[in-house]
């Protein structure tokens, strides 16, 4: 074996991540804008709303009219007319006046307060009394109220949600620039591995960490290039990674199961110029033989080949890279969607290294528990069965019954 | 107004839900069924693993060749050969010998324990010494260890994540049925609404709705469909209600911002033989006027015009319809991703509904902190800013500082 690297704990190999940059930038319309990662600033052209809006159903007047007024004794006002939706009204409230308005129509010249239906009582065609007082400005939107002109709405890094989507509709922004998409390079290797519409013979096993890899890349917001399964030879693993690095912004191999496939994979790595190997080898369990490079500014990521080892590797540090490349703000680029949850038994570990023990969570009593799902690590069915992974810090010997930790949810 | 029906709780529309049902199936590759929805429980057609294979890189054995062995009394045993990955080997195993055996590895017949390599020291080519004791299976997966032949693996109604592709992947099952993705119409109303990118003139506003509303089926697996902005006119309302409901599985409008709209839009449904409205008014907060109704078994939700109602709403009630026609299971129908926060200032509430107010999150000492973003229903730029809604129960007055309550992260 070649261990020129020594072990490094996930936090070191991690602060190593931030030398990779985001990629360049496409313009999409909004409509096909979801989750992706915005590249500019969005900036509202307009103010939102751009005229005054009622927030009720009721009469447009002037709150002064309204001043003293209770249910035995209302101020008579004289109903001068309505405004119909959607359309441009020369009407203007004087003293003593009223007109009639729906939720969201504008609210006409003169006027500075809507009286709610429920406290109006329409005499005749052109008699209102109204029972409740009101302020100036009550039940009114003002111009620029929910949006000002001029204001930064939405943030370079932001990844996109339907509320954004509708934030840029409303203010009329249809289409906008965003980060490409990575394309990332996935290889499997080792000579046992046959393709899944094989039938393994004996000492062989179906390509499982093609297809999790492929679909994590999905989620992840990544387009996925699988290239193929890289026999466990210089030749072979060198002519497929040059592809990946030719054709895609991101290449991820997962091993055969043996170690050596890592340390093969190291050396391939070495024989092109510009290589720096950022870790081999990380105080992580499971997912020890983990491999991160920077080839020219290109991230390389080579993972165990064991299927819940690659799982939980990308993870942590397949996933990250994705998010910068992504273009993310580094604040999300790191975050993982985690809940807290209580020991439903013993979970031993041993210190030196971070544990992550698949359980299945159960919601009981408002607390959530974590049954693990113990298991030799090449055990994928208990990875399907798995919500999450709880964590067992670097200096812990493990979780006693009831006590609480991170589950990071899969 | 035509009020015919009375304020429900959220609870009571809920119940409501359950009659409607999920759509066929359809057959698809492994490859592209991220996130679908099973139709079929997935049983095992082999044991994984289906040979005896090795967790550890070292030497195949008999445990009790190496019982009493110790650093300073080694074991010395008869070397003879070594197993190459993904090939058969007809190599047995006798009392005192080894044979080398890579991580995942097939283990020989007549071998039922692994020696690391660390453990292990080969004197010459055909002479090694082991120091360590081992009990029987140490080190070796057995067959059927992970998943037998027969075992459901995956069940009906289970939304597929990547694991469970990789699951699927490694017992060789390259196809499955999965429910259908319910296709949404989406018809926004009111005579105000205008295209996004059409210059509204005064009273006139966007159709933020088309844009979130689209957003949130495409998240929930849904197909939209948008019909077009009809006016509030009973004919025209008709007409693409009608449309909707002959292209689609489920038809969602937005009302204008009206009051008016969503009564006139129960008139039309009206008028449809088979109808059966089974709510029009909800006490929650923002949402009141949401209107749903079963139009021979087509679901049909009518959202406030109010873009957060409309997203609100549509997150309550819009997506745990679509998820009983994706075919998931019950459970996970009306589930929520919520965490545990606490106020970071007072919030004030009416009692007599459920009021979701939209907060933005912060993580501080380990805590979720939630700060309340105030605003009238219309202002789309907060829900832009917000994490998520906090729920300030149907009882309950408001959260105090410090108070802990649920956040539904948006």
Known sequence: MKGFFKVQTPEELYRKLDRFKPLAFEKVRIDDSLHRVLYEDVI?????????????????????????????????????????????????????????????????????????????????????????????????????????????????????????????????????????????????SGDEIVPIETVPKPGQIRDINRYTIVSMVKEAGGIPIFLGIARDRFDDLKEKIELGLKESDMVVITGGSSVGTLDLTGEVLRSFPGTEILGHGVSIRPGKPTLVADINGKPFLGLPGHPVSAVVIFHFFGKPILKILSGLSREWATHQVKIKAKAAR??????????????????????????????????????????????????????????EAEVILL
Chains 1, 2 share one sequence.
């Open 44 to 188: 509202s052209p307009v103010n939102l709303p751009e005229f005054r809006r009622s927030t009720v159903d009721g009469f447009a007047l002037k709150a002064k009219d309204t001043y003293g007024t209770s249910e035995k004794n209302p101020a008579i006002l004289r109903l001068i007319g309505e405004i119909p939706m959607g359309q441009i009204s020369e009407i203007e409230v004087k003293d003593g006046e009223a007109v009639k308005v729906a939720t969201g129509g504008m609210v006409p010249e003169g006027a500075d307060a809507v009286e709610m239906i429920e406290f109006a009582e329409s005499i005749d065609h052109h008699t209102l009394h109204v029972f409740k007082t009101l302020s100036p400005l009550e039940n009114v939107i003002q111009i620029g109220e929910d949006v000002r002109a001029g204001e930064v709405v939405l943030r370079k890094g932001d990844r996109i949600r339907p509320q954004d989507i509708g934030l840029m509709a409303g203010i009329g922004i249809t289409s906008i620039d965003v980060f490409l998409q990575p394309r990332v390079a996935i290889i499997s």
């Open 346 to 403: 013993n979970i031993p570990s041993v210190p030196g290294r971070e544990d992550y023990v698949r359980v299945r969570l159960e919601e009981k009593d408002g607390s959530f528990w974590a049954h693990p799902l113990f298991g030799k690590s090449g055990a994928i069915s208990h990875l399907a069965r798995a919500s999450g992974l709880i964590k067992i810090g670097i200096d812990e010997e493990g979780l006693e019954q009831g006590e």
